[in-house]
């Protein structure tokens, strides 16, 4: 997955809280978009757009950001920062076997996992279907037990994976799956959807549990657009055909895809030596 495009209404209030309490560095801020991540690695980008309101209640479009840390040590003080910075956007955490999770809000309602996985050959796969639970995890205990004396806050990290909210689980699979070629890594009945590509236990999520029955977003405040990428040039051509079969409406510059899905969630899909495109509302 890479980087997460969020329309923001206050540009220097979310660069502030994403760099200063959630950790991550300002990689470059041109005019009116600003790009934050770790080292090289964007991961998320805010484009203000100060003429869009809040979007609806119970409408689709992002659950959360899952921002995968490489150690627990990094995990720890990016908890800990925010913890100590802003406790009032933490809003729960969980043991999900393959990982551990904190959860948080952002200034502006955007959802954010912050995660550390554990090592894959301590999954449980069933019948193709990976064993996740929510088990009590304590976060102060976790930060005691993994922070570290030295500031690891520039350690590495990726966008692990993308939740969203949808209308529908069914039109999910049918499009996620089906059209863009992911595979079914755990399946809630009507309510949530987990898939990926080779094997990782979720690349992308889509659920209905604050948005069952909604339609088409409108363009407003929060996400702007989650981006996928692939190995190559040959792929995103490969996807292209796949996706005209299926008479999703898509534009190829050679280099990207880009796409809606069922809910107006824009998607780009860019092969892996393309630098991160710019979002435009």
Known sequence: MGAVTLRVGNLDAMIAYYRDVVTLELQSHDGPVAVLGRGQTP??????APELT??????????????????????????YSIGTKS????TGSADHLVSQAFYFTDPEGN?????????????????????????FLDPNAFISEHM????????????????LSVGDVASAREFY????????????????????????????????????GSGKRRLALG????????????????????????????????HTLSFEDPW????LVRAADVATPIATP
């Open 43 to 48: 991961l998320v980008i805010l484009q203000h």
């Open 54 to 79: 809040t979007a609806e209640p119970r409408s689709a479009g992002l659950y959360h950001t899952a921002i995968l840390f490489d150690t627990q040590a990094d995990l720890a003080a990016a908890v």
């Open 87 to 90: 406790p009032g956007t933490f």
């Open 111 to 135: 959802g954010i996992e912050l995660y550390w996985d554990r090592d894959r050959d301590l999954w449980s796969w069933s019948h193709g279907q990976v064993e996740m639970a929510s088990l």
């Open 148 to 163: 570290r004396p030295e500031s690891p806050t520039a350690g590495h990290a990726i966008v692990g994976h993308v939740h």
């Open 177 to 212: 799956v089906n059209r863009l070629g992911f595979e079914t890594t755990a399946n809630f009945g009507p309510s949530a959807l987990f898939v990926s590509a080779g094997g990782y236990h979720h690349h992308m999520a889509m659920n209905t549990w604050e948005s069952s």
């Open 223 to 254: 996400l702007g657009q989650v981006s996928i990428i692939v190995p190559g040039t040959d792929d995103i051509g490969a996807l292209d055909e796949r996706m005209s079969h299926y008479k999703v409406d898509t534009r190829h510059d050679g």
């Open 264 to 267: 107006s969630n824009r998607i």
